[in-house]
């Protein structure tokens, strides 16, 4: 348990920072507003440019673990969107619901973790994983859109849609990423500085901003961030380990890191796009924080019992 809580505390700890500062009126909600637009707009686009400009596609194709990792998120963002939507009938609402139970923080907490339990061999399947949230964050943006939109007619919720993935910061900035690592080429020095400047104020600055929006109450928020935060944390990796060991049959490895990293609790991106689009983020801000400190636990179980195979 000792080295998960050396990864979770700093993601513990920037949120606490956030929220103190926000109690004591150090930073008010004009700086949360300010601070979560140069997240969205600069820092967080910074980080995903960079992460993807400096992977290779040869270490990212492996099919076993793609579709092991890749149908578990699926399957419990599909879970909790279906039962959100049940219960509130808003499609836009439920997609957060399920990209909150669905998003790991790979980039963040599943690299580190990964290359303590597996050595390095469990980098791949980390960076591989970082690139699938990426795909369920797209998924949910069309969703979104789609809900926000369900009053206009088909065709121009479609080219709704096209406008918004083609302008959302935060999908533009993997593929321009992806597309940059594929053409060899090399960032003049002075811009990479810039672009990895801006990419390491991303974490903190929004972990910060999930501190600030915890200040804020609503029951019926908290009710709901438990109900995610179980699917998140127990749902998610059972079913990892099922499709990657029982069906897929997938290497040790594999396993290993298909359940360690779906065992991770959720990212700040659900976070960032519910602020994108204007959102509410107190559920959402909670899931971090409940999944986060949660994570101590059943990540210890899950490395506990992949040393025991």
Wanted: charged residues 10%; contains cysteine.
């Amino acid at each position: 348990m000792f080295y998960v809580f050396n990864v979770v505390f700093p993601v513990f700890a920037l949120i606490l920072i956030g929220y103190v500062c926000g109690r004591t009126g150090k930073l008010g909600e004009s700086a949360s507003t300010e601070l979560n637009r140069f997240v969205v707009w600069l820092a967080l686009p910074a980080q995903l440019f960079h992460f993807a400009s400096s992977s290779s596609w040869q270490t990212l194709w492996q099919p076993g673990f793609i579709a092991a990792f890749f149908l578990s998120c699926l399957a419990v963002f599909i879970l909790v969107l279906v039962l959100s939507w049940v219960r509130n009938r808003d499609l836009a609402a439920a997609s957060f619901s399920g990209l909150s139970a669905s998003y790991s923080n790979t980039g963040y907490m599943g690299i580190p973790l990964c290359v303590l339990a597996l050595g390095q061999d469990g980098l791949a399947p980390a960076i591989i994983s970082t690139f699938i949230v990426f795909v369920m964050f797209a998924l949910a943006t069309v969703l979104i859109e789609i809900g926000i939109l369900s009053h206009k007619k088909s065709h121009e919720i479609f080219w709704s849609v096209i406008k918004s993935l083609c302008t959302n910061p935060l999908l533009i900035a993997p593929v321009a990423g992806l597309l940059w690592a594929s053409t060899d080429l090399v960032l003049y020095d002075p811009l990479e500085q810039v672009i990895a400047f801006l990419a390491a104020a991303a974490t903190p600055c929004a972990l910060v901003s999930i501190g600030l929006f915890l200040m804020q109450k609503e029951r019926f928020a908290s009710q709901q961030a438990w109900g995610i935060s179980i699917a998140k944390l127990i749902i998610q990796p059972v079913l990892a380990w099922f499709i990657a060991g029982p069906i897929l049959n997938l290497p040790e490895l594999s396993v290993s890191a298909v359940v360690i990293l779906a065992a991770l609790p959720t990212g700040t991106g659900p976070f960032m796009l519910a602020q994108y689009y204007q959102g509410d983020g107190r559920m959402i801000s909670r899931v971090v924080l409940l999944t986060t400190i949660g994570s101590l636990l059943t990540l210890s179980l899950f490395l506990w019992w992949n040393k025991g195979i």
